[in-house]
């Protein structure tokens, strides 16, 4: 995987949550169609939402009703698997990338090593969960931190990440909670946040989102060994994606 040099980097933004899978999905696809280069992407949410894994069946009957200050959430498919995530407040990362013959964790970890490095730089030690297969049985991706997921040393879970896995491509992305509000997250799941402190909250100065996302960009240069090339959607391209 780490042979590749360039890399695309789509400069971040805000965008509805059935927009951005449209875009991980589409971004997927050209990878597998072997016409476009690995990828690394950063962005937001433009307003609370729940994403289901692409093979989670069911989920709790209220979150079609859910409403915050006055917003009904929405509720979008993710093209990878896992659990429900609430987006709000928190930022997702996406790499689409070659498949190599190493293992589903593997990849993982070796893909959430630039995040553990990128969040040391900021003051913040990161590591693996430690949570077994039961975690299936629980609705939030949050409320258990498996051997994929980045926690703090009290436990809290601040990273969640999920996968596809295609012929040759492999998409990961994940959230980082920012500042999700924990009273909106307790309504959704009917359960205590997962986190003490959020990673913004944890940060000892006041970095910016640009400024996390700038460093977090610069541990991935690192940590792959490549050459970002800065290319936002062109317009050609937007109009595939929203098809």
Known sequence: MKTETKWRFIPPMEA????????????????????SQPILRFYTWSKPTISLGYLQKKYPSHWDNLIWKKEPLDLV????GGRAV???GDLTYMIVMPLDHRKTLAIYQDICTF????????????????AKRGYINNSSCFNTATVADLITADG?????????RGKGSILQHGSLVLSTDKQLFETVFNQVAPWNLSLKERLSKNHSQENIIEVLTEAAK???KIELITEPLS?????EIQK
């Open 16 to 35: 509805s949550g059935k927009l951005q899978m449209s875009i991980d999905r589409w971004l997927f696809e050209k990878h597998e169609q072997g016409i």
């Open 77 to 80: 498919i993710r093209p990878t």
């Open 86 to 88: 609430l987006h709000q």
């Open 115 to 130: 995040l553990i490095q990128g969040w040391q730089t900021l003051g913040i030690a990161l590591e693996y969960g430690t």
């Open 156 to 164: 809290s879970k601040l990273i969640g990440s999920a996968q596809r």
């Open 222 to 224: 690192q940590h792959f």
């Open 235 to 239: 317009e050609e391209e937007w109009q």
